[in-house]
């Protein structure tokens, strides 16, 4: 089809509007590096960072020095891939059943799941169960009460719903069982759907800050996001700043904020590129029912 | 057929309670495996979702930790009664709630659905594959994270946004300090963060529609914006109901995790809502009883509201969630 001028124009400007709307979501990622490796006059300077122009090294050396940065990277590290691992296979486990039509009592199972979307006991009784369950400054606190994020499993059960039955008869004469079913046919033929919600799995645990706020007081257990906010939201960290010794670290306090963003967001930004389709595959979900 | 006529014969020697007992039983030993799969999964939800709901208990009891939730006396509805008739600040956080929620509808509902529509428009499709990559970035980073590049932007004396107010002549403003503009602040970083990522499931609604529409709708005369209006529209309508639906129920969730980051003392006036009150009374100041109050105020509000919107769309004709 043959684009007339007025179509030629609309093309043009919406093409200028969509770039704009690019800048503006990613412009604060390049300021926020830039002013990391900025000298403090520089990263005060009122206006637009496009690049480090001062070059000082001296916020990376300080953040990077910060035993409890590397305690946080580890512990966030772990519970990423503990987390996204067994909620991978808890989720399996409760989709495979209730995706199968044969199941007694299907729906009535589906309902009490899906109920525990809409309404939940809140933040103060599920302190206290966890508290209860001795819970409370242990790494399993980071990976139990999240284990399965109803709604990604609900999409994985429609998922599995899609699979044509036949596939899995011819099996069964052979005389396997559901648990065979489940990891050798179903489970390679769902490898998209896997993928996108082991990674909103793995985001997700990535960036939990409020679980090591609520439940953790040691500070050998606590996270990343938990350090950064110390840093960035509180400034509540002294040892970074330099309170303590009294040093010069103070009027470094912007770009050694800036810095610890950058620090937890790298890991990110590195799968990002690469893992970007599967983020967004298998998401299409129209409703909870069937 | 045959199994049919086996049922009845059966049914008509033994009493009928006993067959059926009898069949799911049977049921339940052809599905053994399925089961036990289930079995651990329904053993969590007990536990992690069912339990804190029996804790809601303590919403109607005088809760002391000692004596636990169940042999905590009762003070029946005595919180319910502070909250709606004497708290000072009840009102304050619920019409926070609303507003900041209702700004969120209003400007971050129809944001992902107008981007949709304009990526959809535009005909270069690997710039239309970049910008969205480049859309959904934001989505990835917690708030914390997000928090620390919003304070950078927005500051009053270094922030590039406040600069560019400059070339119009408007003295730096502090978004996140000042009461006018807090609320504002809000939903403009939250739209930021979230547009790109919304717009997935509208895509993909308008890559399903079906393309001989738009020609029928050509032949007929109509150009883009008649096509727009009335093909992709009204195609979209039915996944538009079911987002609807969804961030209705999640009004009284006006975005814990954006403003316990963003939020100071100097505007808890207009930003302090349902979810930072409960956690700063309940967690750090040990009122606990209080706040499952108002926290399962705020649930039953929420399933309320899906219930209620889910019945008025599907009586209107749409798909519902439910």
Known sequence: MKMTTGEKVFQVILFLFILMLCVIAIYPFIHIASISFSAPKEAGRFGFHWFPRDVDLFSWKQLLTQKKIW???KNTTLRTVIGTVLSLIAMALAAYPLSRKHLPHRSFYTMIIVFT?????????????????????????????????????????????????????????????????LISIILPLSKPVLATLGLWAAVANWNAWFDAIIYVTDTDLKTIQFFLREVVVTSADAEIFGRVTGAANL???????????????????????????????????????? | MEKAHAVT?????????????????????????????????????????????YGILIAFKDY?????????????????????????????????????????????????IILALLLNE?????????????????????????????????????????????????????????????????????????????????LAALSSIDQTLYEAARMDGANRWKQTWHVTLPSMLPII??????????????????????????????????????????????????????????NVVGITLVLGTNYIVKKMGQEGVL
């Open chain 1, 71 to 73: 305690i946080g990277m």
């Open chain 1, 117 to 181: 979307m809409f309404f939940s006991g809140g933040l103060i009784p599920t302190y206290l169960l966890i508290k209860d369950l001795h819970l409370l400054n242990n790494f399993w606190v980071y990976i139990l009460p999240g284990l399965i994020p109803t709604f990604s499993m609900l999409i994985m059960r429609n998922f599995f719903m899609t699979i044509p039955v036949e596939v899995e008869e011819s099996a069964k004469i052979d005389g396997a069982n559901d648990m065979r079913i």
């Open chain 1, 251 to 290: 009027q470094y306090e912007t770009s050694i904020k800036a810095a610890t963003v950058i620090f937890a967001v790298v890991p990110i930004l590195i799968v990002y590129p690469f893992l970007q389709k599967y983020f967004v595959k298998g998401t299409m979900v129209g409703s909870l029912k069937g």
């Open chain 2, 9 to 53: 014969f059966e049914s008509a020697n033994i009493p009928a309670k006993q067959t059926k007992i009898r069949r799911t039983w049977r049921e339940y030993k052809k599905s053994k495996y399925l089961l036990l799969m289930l079995l651990p999964v329904l053993v969590w939800y007990a536990i992690f979702c069912y339990g804190p709901m």
């Open chain 2, 64 to 112: 002391s930790p000692v004596l636990g939730t169940w042999d905590s006396p009762w003070n029946h509805f005595a919180y319910f009664d502070y909250l709606f008739n004497q708290s000072p600040e009840f009102p304050r956080i619920l019409r926070n709630t609303v507003i900041i929620s209702g700004l969120n509808i209003l400007f971050g509902f129809p944001a992902p």
């Open chain 2, 122 to 202: 535009l005909r270069i499709s690997l710039f239309k594959k970049i910008a969205q990559s480049i859309s959904y970035l934001p989505h990835f980073f917690s708030w914390v994270v997000l928090s620390g590049i919003v304070f950078l932007m927005l500051s009053p004396s270094t922030g590039p946004v406040n600069y560019v107010l400059g070339w119009f002549g408007i003295d730096p403003i502090y978004f996140l300090g000042d009461t006018r503009y807090f609320r504002f602040s809000l939903v403009v970083t939250n739209i930021w963060k979230e547009v790109g990522w919304g717009t997935i499931v509208y």
């Open chain 2, 241 to 298: 109901s079911i987002m609807f639906i969804l961030s209705l129920g999640g009004i009284l969730n006006a975005g814990f995790d954006q403003i316990y980051n963003l939020y100071s003392p100097a505007v808890f006036e207009v930003g302090d809502v349902i979810d930072t009150y409960v956690y700063r009374q309940g967690i750090v100041n040990f009122q606990m009883g209080l706040t499952t109050a108002v926290g399962l105020f705020k």
